[in-house]
């Protein structure tokens, strides 16, 4: 297997390969599915060239064009599954993941046991930061969703331990193939289990493209963004999303407009994509994972390491009580979590966040919490967060340090 850093490659979702070939076609010959018989046969051609168009525009990566007619096939039929999975696809390779998951949801409407568009919505959910909506439609769709892509999908989603189990049990059916294997060893990677992954990774590979994938594998796993590894994976860039036309909703009425006319788009809907600092595989310089790095990644760095990013944090007081606010998967689901509470919850105001990864019977979790107190400020913290509706509990210190987000990038070994 090459060691190219080709990620799309490397993981292997298959049922993600943008083009015509995944659209779902239910026609003979290659074509995709005509409109109903319903519709009036002029209007039915030309939504299925449209269509057609878009599938070849996808297939040349090609997002803007092929968004441009697959809207115009949906605009012509609304109910017609086909033409909204390729819609759904052109606002994936676009990086507008926020109009594919609503695309993808529309889909599953119309076609409940379509596993591509299940697969495809659970990623547009993770690449928008819902990742309890990921892992519930994973759940949901889990026997029609390929158990290799089922499994990396719900590492992605913040569940490694869960991706761990489902497989491990493949990889030891008869039949398994590589893809299963990697994906598993990346499933160790992504829960911190770096010696699994090593091993698991090697079923494939030779020992020098082990430490390559290893490598890769430390960047992947360092998302800034929601959308980072999703836009990886699939080999795009995430973008503001300008939100799609109101006419081309499931349940909205079918327009009344000529063949060629464009749609009006309404403003914005959805909350801005972060750029992605992924483009295609090629990914942003390192910084500090999830999880320890393998030691063999480490670099030494010459200068002196400042010891303040790593102390615990403490107020003025300098007491040992800390009110701890949640426990999440990982670092990027932490910080998106902490983002998330600093806007409902006056009470963090001017709390610095802290944070230290624990074993679980589910994996490992990262808690985040904020403190340095005394017991009597840590109990005041705790009602005032309560009061405002959140969930807290007060604890002695245990191992907590400035959130990694915080810290300063470590160094990564450079091939």
Known sequence: MSSAPRLILTFGLSALVLGGSVVGCTGGGGRIAAVSDRNDGIVARTATRHAEEAARALAKRDPATAIERAEAAVALAPRNADYRMVLGQAYQQAGRFASARDTFAEVMELTPGNGKAALNLALAQIATGDWSAAQATLTRNAAIIPVGDLGLATALAGNPAGAIATLNAAARTPGADAKVRQNLALSYALAGQWAMARVAAAADMSPADVDARLEQWAAFAQPRAASDQVASLLGVTAGADAGRPVALALNAPVPVMPAQAAPVRTAAVETPVPASPFTRVVFAPPREVAQPLPTMLVRTVAAPVRQAAAMPVRT??????????????????????????????????????TGTMVAAAQGSLYRVSVGGFSRAEADRMCGRYRAEGGACFVRREAGDRVAQWLRAPVQVAAR
């Open 316 to 353: 003025a007081e300098a007491g040992e009580w800390y009110v701890q606010i949640g426990a999440y998967s990982n670092v990027a689901v932490a910080k998106s979590g902490w983002t998330d509470a600093t806007r409902r919850f006056a009470a963090l105001t001017g709390q610095r966040p």
